[in-house]
């Protein structure tokens, strides 16, 4: 049984280095800043005996993510973390700005070199899941929430997709493209087919559809139908030839081109912008489905979409039913910052920064 079923179970109350599966040369200092090294050994030598207290903050409304993988950091990774006193927040709750939503308390030498680590961690969780979470809200503007599937598989380093996955999971995503971005959270990735697909077979759209049904006969047919640049001809050949088999067909068309529905009908063009997956063709592509029957077949897009531009979309009910998102998702937004304000108790920080209790902080058990 994976640890995040566990969780929600109520049988643990944290992730641990079981799931996140850490590089063992953390422990060596190889993903430490140098001057967090230097300072452990001189610290070693010279304070042994004192403790210090260390606290991580942000600076704006978000959603928190990583809580569970820097603790399981600190507790993998630390001397003696079960000497660590540690309260957090959790992953999913909301934050402010300058909340405080983590601190620890023990040894500087103990744990100290961790803190570039911790706040990294916290940086990019929180930055996905906020991310998502504003997509996500944006995807109800209608009243109605649409599905939001997480494709940011293309847009980073591929070793970032179970975390990336798990922060996607936190704010609301659960439909992702890649199994390792359901690594952590226990199913599996989705999805059919690409452009690579109907490039094979010569751009026949249909043909690449009936050898993906065939292959995956299990599977929710859903139709890519930008390839020509004329989805809703090619929609209506896909719906023809599958009927009630077909769940769906996706536009993808870039925001460079001008689909050929509107070279066919340019007394429609003028008001709008006509480039890429744009309101009027999708407006005028379900038309077209539901017009020969098929209405079931839903709509899915994808292409450039951020939060600002579903909300749009919403906001003039373009009759979307799933948002592929990928890129706008990953964006940083988010920066956490670890400062020491205490020292033996008493409060003792750089100017401008100090000691920042918080009655909704838990405290963590080492285990």
Excluded at 212 to 218: A, G, K, M, R, S
Excluded at 274 to 298: C, M, Q, S, T, W
Aim: proline fraction near 3%; include cysteine; charged fraction near 25%.
């Amino acid at each position: 049984m994976k640890e995040i079923e566990m969780k929600m179970k109520g049988e643990i109350k944290r992730l641990t280095n079981r799931t996140f599966k850490f590089d063992q040369r953390i422990k060596e200092g190889w993903f430490s800043a140098v001057y967090f090294l230097k300072t452990k050994e001189i610290v070693e030598k010279s304070l042994p005996d004192n403790y210090v207290t260390m606290q991580f903050f942000q600076k704006r409304e978000a959603v928190l993510c990583g809580s569970d993988e820097a603790i399981a950091l600190i507790h993998t990774f630390a001397e003696h973390p079960e000497q660590l006193e540690i309260h957090s927040l959790k992953d999913g709750d909301r934050i402010r700005p300058f909340e405080t939503v983590l601190t620890i308390t023990g040894p500087y030498q103990y744990f100290g070199f961790l803190e570039g680590m911790i706040d990294g961690i916290l940086s990019r969780r929180t930055s996905v899941a906020t991310n998502v979470y504003n997509v996500v809200k944006a995807a109800r503007t209608s009243g109605k929430q649409k599905p939001v599937i997480f494709m940011g598989d293309r847009d980073d380093h591929y070793t970032q997709q179970a975390g990336d996955g798990y922060a996607a999971y936190i704010a609301g995503s659960t439909a992702q493209a890649t199994h390792a971005m359901n690594e952590w959270w226990g199913k599996e990735g989705m999805g059919t087919m690409p452009h690579a697909l109907i490039q094979m077979f010569q751009g026949d759209v249909v043909a690449a559809s009936k050898a993906y049904y065939q292959q995956y006969p299990d599977d929710e047919l859903i139709a890519l139908v930008d390839y020509n640049n004329d989805v809703i001809t090619d929609s209506l050949k896909v719906a023809r030839e599958f009927g009630e088999e077909l769940k769906g067909v996706r536009v993808d068309t870039s925001r460079t081109l001008v689909d050929k529905y509107f070279l066919r009908n340019q007394h429609l063009m003028g008001t709008f912008d006509p480039r890429g997956v744009n309101p009027e063709l999708i407006f005028a592509l379900r038309k077209a489905l539901d017009a020969e029957g098929y209405n079931h077949v839903k709509i899915v897009v994808s292409g450039g979409f951020t939060e600002d531009r579903i909300r749009q979309f919403e906001e003039l009910r373009v009759p979307v039913d799933i948002y592929g998102v990928g890129s706008s998702l990953l964006k940083i937004n988010t920066s956490f910052t670890g400062d020491n304000v205490l020292l033996n108790g008493k409060p003792e920080a750089k100017e401008g920064r100090r000691f920042r209790p918080n009655h909704r902080l838990e405290k963590v058990e080492y285990c």
